[in-house]
């Protein structure tokens, strides 16, 4: 049994596929095509999103590797100032140290004089003494009888007599 070729059949058939065509289109073919359409909306979104992010994480990079420039910079400062104070610290230091040293060392030429000048007058003082005594031992021994005392004294009234006229 074979389909026989009848133009009734093919009427009918035509008007069925009408009309499931018109009822596909009535309601079927409205919500595919609106889910065909949210659909590509949504992966428009998704890409437009997946173009944003990569944006804004290339704008984050180079937000990043200015910061870190800028921390590097900023470290690099830091540093600089930390070794100028240690050397302006070291420079004051060892002007301290000389000052105290020079302070000292003139301390100790002053004192070392002051002694010297001491140790002087002290020998001075001994040979002064020491000439009184040799001075008195002679006198003792060349004044010992009256008449030499009075030798001597009439010759140094006369040496003053001289030097006063």
């Keep these: 049994m074979l389909i026989q070729f009848s133009f ?5 058939m035509t008007v069925s596929f009408l ?14 095509l609106d889910t065909l359409t949210e659909r590509e909306k949504g992966i428009e979104d998704a890409l437009s999103e997946a173009r944003k992010a990569r944006e804004e994480m290339a704008a984050l990079n180079t937000k990043n590797e200015e910061l870190m420039r800028s921390a590097r910079e900023e470290r690099e400062v830091l540093l600089k100032e930390a070794r100028d104070i240690r050397d302006r ?26 002694e010297k000048n001491a140790a002087l007058t002290e020998m001075k003082n001994q040979v002064a003494e020491l000439s009184i005594l040799v001075a008195e031992h002679i006198l003792r021994e060349k004044l010992g009888d009256a008449a030499a005392q009075r030798a001597l004294v009439d010759k140094v009234l006369t040496e003053a007599d001289l030097r006063k006229s």
């Design 89 to 114: 610290e070291i420079a004051q230091a060892k002007e301290k140290a000389k000052a105290e040293a020079d302070a000292l060392l003139a301390r100790a030429r002053t004192d070392i004089q002051n």
């Design 19 to 32: 009309a499931v065509l018109f009822i596909l289109k009535k309601f079927a073919w409205k919500p595919i």
């Design 8 to 12: 009734g059949l093919i009427f009918w």
